[in-house]
């Protein structure tokens, strides 16, 4: 079902490297805290998520990154205008543009940039780096329209695939998570065509793409796969700027709120029924506040 709140985030991270080893770079990665977010992301130690995302933001935009806006211009897909392209304005659109300084989370910029040194070498750069999502008011209009959360997925995994063959120009051997419980891609795809079936069994599919390259969905790929580890880091930080935006936007009506994850969880429910007198008085737009389906 995902999130109550906030935005289905998609994060690609492109490697370049002389040879493809995945437990060799899983175990490189690992001595540098680097990989699946559930695992060096847990409670309390979003600093170093933060940092190392703010050090890759810095990389893409050429300058520092001092807000969220700056980051999410530097690494979102479509940029920032094309982040609040679907808006409608008013008091919804502020809802999820809250002025947000960076860091917010303790984050140190000169941490994450002394990682990625460690990480990188002769052997192996990190070449591109980009985000896309898609908000509540977005996947609920998808709903209405037909498409399903997996689809508007599957979409967003296939722009940003597109978009890294096209900047880097250079086939790509393409590494996914599983995307729900779905095993045979191919028919799904809306934006890739002519996909190849190399092989569909139980944990990895796999497919040649003209013009791409060769594509993989994957269980547990975050934790297998050092790019796919990296992207979920990023994720991680994208999605809790928003709701940390979404939160501070409230707070400044009760301060008595409690910081919600956006999760099926009680704050966030508290959240949801404890902001509605404030939405329904701003007439903020409701399917732009809470997922639904």
């Known amino acids: 079902m995902g999130p109550r ?16 080893d995945p437990a060799r770079l899983r175990r490189r990665g690992e ?20 940092g190392l995302t703010l050090a890759l933001a810095e990389r893409a935009a050429g ?10 211009d530097a690494l979102g897909l479509d940029g920032l205008p094309g982040l609040r392209a679907p ?17 917010a989370f303790g984050g140190d910029a000169d941490e994450g940039r002394a990682r990625l040194a460690k990480l990188e070498g002769r052997a192996l750069r990190v070449r591109r780096v980009r985000t896309v999502w898609a908000c509540a008011g977005t996947l609920n209009a998808a709903m209405e329209a ?5 689809d508007v997925d599957l979409r967003l995994f296939e722009r940003l695939l597109i ?3 096209t900047a880097l120009g250079e086939p790509l051997d393409a590494r996914c998570g599983m995307i729900g419980g779905l095993r045979r891609y ?28 060769t594509l993989s969905f994957e269980v547990k790929a975050d934790d297998r796969h050092l790019a796919v580890g990296l992207a979920s880091m990023v994720g991680k930080v994208v999605r809790e700027i928003a709701m940390h935006r979404i939160v501070a936007h409230y707070r400044a009506f009760d301060d008595t709120l409690r910081p919600a994850s956006g999760y099926h969880d ?26 639904r389906g």
């Open 5 to 20: 709140l906030g935005p289905l985030v998609a994060t690609a991270v492109s490697l370049e490297l002389r040879r493809y």
């Open 266 to 291: 009680p704050v966030t429910r508290a959240f949801i029924v404890a902001t509605a007198p404030h939405r329904r008085r701003l007439r903020i737009a409701p399917p732009c506040f809470e997922r």
């Open 87 to 103: 808006c409608p304005g008013g008091a919804t659109t502020a809802q999820c543009w809250t002025p947000l300084p960076l860091p």
């Open 63 to 72: 300058r520092p990154i001092r807000d969220a806006d700056a980051l999410l």
């Open 186 to 213: 191919a028919p799904r795809f809306h934006h890739l065509e002519g996909a190849e079936v190399l092989s569909e069994v139980k944990g990895t599919s796999r497919y040649r793409v003209p013009g791409l390259g």
């Open 31 to 50: 001595a540098l805290r680097m990989g699946d977010s559930k695992r060096f992301g847990a409670f309390g130690r979003m600093g170093e998520l933060e």
């Open 146 to 150: 037909g498409v399903g959360k997996l």
């Open 163 to 165: 978009d890294a063959r």
